[in-house]
């Protein structure tokens, strides 16, 4: 299977998150969590067919880790919905697959059979697969957040709804720091160091360190809104990592930019 094949498995998943996400608020419930699962797996079957079509795992490039993020973010939000009965998750989780997914779409990519030396390593699959986990569950903390502050914008607030958003970000910045340490032991086995400060490198410290000041002020619970904004400001500072850095210009000498 290639990427030529995408369009098959993309606009059938697009249907059932779409139908998904109207369908948990106009109809049964049941049928709404069904078609999420449908979406998801016709997702898994594209993301098998071409890492077996491929010969290599598809996560080399930005398009690829599209491809997961849409998998995953799905993922996500079917079983933060499942246990915290929030309609909305299911319903964001499946408008964001949709969108990377449409992406890929207007966007196609052809890639390469083969990875270069420093990717053909254990490490590759594991270090980008928790990154991809923590991105989407850092995601839906924020739309979480956004929820919150209109809340206090009324002058009430949900309590449950901080629970999950503690939880989402405490899973999603463990997932992140996992990823850091992978990375900085495939690093030393690849070139030598653990850590260099390169673009990538300095951007995921700073976006650490935005996430650790949010979970440093929720355990403190003072400056309730200050909180709550540190999660959109943090996932910008993730999104700059993730895809921003890749376009600056001190960062085409990055070890990171392939």
């Given amino acids: 299977m290639t990427w030529d094949d995408f369009l098959w ?3 059938p998943a697009i249907i059932c998150w779409l139908t998904a996400g109207i ?3 106009a109809f049964k419930r049941k049928i709404g969590e069904w078609l999420m ?3 998801i797996l016709i997702f898994a079957a594209f993301i098998v067919g071409l890492w077996i079509g491929q010969e290599r795992p598809p996560m080399r490039t930005i398009g690829e880790t599209r491809l997961w993020y849409s998998f995953f973010l799905s993922i996500v939000g079917f079983i933060t ?3 915290w009965k929030y309609k909305w998750l299911l319903s964001f989780s499946g408008l964001m697959a949709i969108v990377f997914t449409c992406i ?7 890639h390469s059979k083969h990875l270069m030396p420093a990717l053909q390593s254990y490490w590759f699959v594991p270090h980008v697969t928790v990154y991809i986990l923590s991105y989407a ?3 839906a903390a924020t739309i979480a957040s956004f929820i919150q502050l209109r809340k206090l914008g009324r002058g009430s607030s949900d309590s449950q709804l901080y629970q999950l958003m503690d939880n989402l ?5 463990g997932f992140l720091m996992l990823g850091m340490l992978m990375g900085c032991i495939w690093a030393k086995e690849a070139w030598g160091h ?3 400060w390169d673009p990538k490198e300095t951007w995921a410290f700073v976006t650490a360190a935005a996430y650790l000041v949010y979970i440093h002020l929720r355990l403190r619970s003072s400056h309730p809104r200050f909180t709550l904004w540190m999660l959109p400001v943090s996932f910008v500072l993730l999104l700059i990592t993730w895809i921003g850095v890749n376009y600056l210009p001190a960062a085409q000498g990055s070890i990171h930019v392939y």
């Fill in 9 to 11: 498995f993309a606009i």
């Fill in 23 to 25: 369908t948990i608020y």
């Fill in 37 to 39: 699962l449908c979406g």
């Fill in 81 to 83: 919905y499942k246990h």
């Fill in 104 to 110: 890929n779409i207007f966007k196609p990519e052809i």
């Fill in 137 to 139: 569950m850092l995601a």
């Fill in 169 to 173: 970000v405490y899973v999603g910045f």
């Fill in 194 to 196: 653990y850590w260099s």
